[in-house]
């Protein structure tokens, strides 16, 4: 398995819960950008509508060697590749405690792009300084034990 791109921001902006693993349907030249590297879901999330999931706000960089750049849209909405007891399953999951969906990570497994997604609860600003000072406390502790 191979990591193309750990969406750390949602970490630090949301209680995530509830992985899932799912594909992705995508054009030829999107699977050569994603191997390059060229993927962003910092902004992104996942709606669904009408009993599919749907990947939202996801940039994918136009491959360069293809030649279609001006009319790839590279913010498309694109669907996800889900079992149908799964999205029932994230959609009451989200209405009924008012969770968000959010992708945590896109990676390449046996040679399929993969995305993995989660229930997300945001974060308060006391939150996000909480788990700040906690890490710094950690830090602080393993340097004096190795300094003894």
């Known amino acids: ?4 791109f750990n969406n750390k921001k949602a970490f630090h902006n949301f209680f995530v819960s509830d992985l899932v ?17 060229a993927v962003n879901l910092s902004d992104s999330y996942v709606k669904i509508k009408n009993g599919e999931a749907w990947l939202k ?13 001006s009319s790839y849209d590279s913010r498309r909405t694109r ?13 009451r999951m ?14 390449i497994d046996k040679g399929r ?7 997300a609860k945001g974060k308060k600003l006391y939150d ?13 502790i393993d340097q004096t034990l190795k300094n003894l």
């Open 1 to 4: 398995m191979k990591i193309i």
């Open 128 to 140: 996000k300084r909480a788990v700040l000072r906690d890490r710094a406390i950690a830090r602080d």
């Open 57 to 69: 706000n996801c940039y994918i960089a136009p491959y360069d060697k293809n030649g279609l750049t």
């Open 79 to 91: 669907k996800l590749l889900l079992h149908k007891g799964e999205i029932l399953r994230l959609e």
């Open 113 to 119: 792009v993969k995305i993995e997604i989660g229930l």
């Open 94 to 107: 989200a209405n009924e405690k008012g969770l968000s969906i959010v992708p945590t990570k896109i990676y």
């Open 21 to 37: 693993e799912a594909g992705i349907e995508l054009q030829g030249f999107e699977v050569k950008s994603i191997r390059d590297g």
